[in-house]
């Protein structure tokens, strides 16, 4: 599975971005997926995850209440919403698929696969 994150940018303080994950290969579907950031000089956080089948999802209690994380697979994309932003939210967000079903990790080491990463800045 190839991934491509997108829809990083500059926003204000308050504002929303909403970002993108394309997925190359016909089993994306049997993916779990999940968001990623990380900013200068910290390590590598968890945001969002979904299931393969979008009924199940996992937010980091930063994230919860606005972000929303969701899934087309038709469209082999999953997507963070990210409303209310703050300057602690700025970061390169990067997404990320687990091989098989039925379950949501929330680890970096359990993730198989990692896209580009897309920079969003949060800034007056």
């Known amino acids: 599975v190839q991934l491509q994150a997108s829809g990083g940018g500059l926003v204000q303080p308050g504002g929303s971005l909403r970002l993108s994950c394309s997925a190359s290969g016909r089993t994306f579907s049997s993916y779990a997926t999940g968001w990623f950031r990380q900013a200068p000089g910290k390590e590598r956080e968890f945001v969002a995850a979904?299931?393969?089948?979008?009924?199940?999802?996992v937010y980091a209690d930063f994230a919860k209440g606005r972000f929303t994380i969701s899934r087309d697979n038709a469209k082999n994309t999953v997507y963070l919403q990210m409303n209310s932003l703050k300057p602690e939210d700025a970061a390169v967000y990067y997404c990320?698929?687990?091989?098989?079903?039925?379950?949501?990790?929330?680890?970096?080491?359990?993730?198989?696969?990692w896209g580009q990463g897309t920079l969003v800045t949060v800034s007056s």
């Open positions: 979904i299931s393969w089948s979008g009924s199940t999802t």
């Open positions: 990320a698929a687990a091989r098989g079903t039925g379950w949501v990790p929330a680890k970096v080491y359990e993730y198989d696969y």
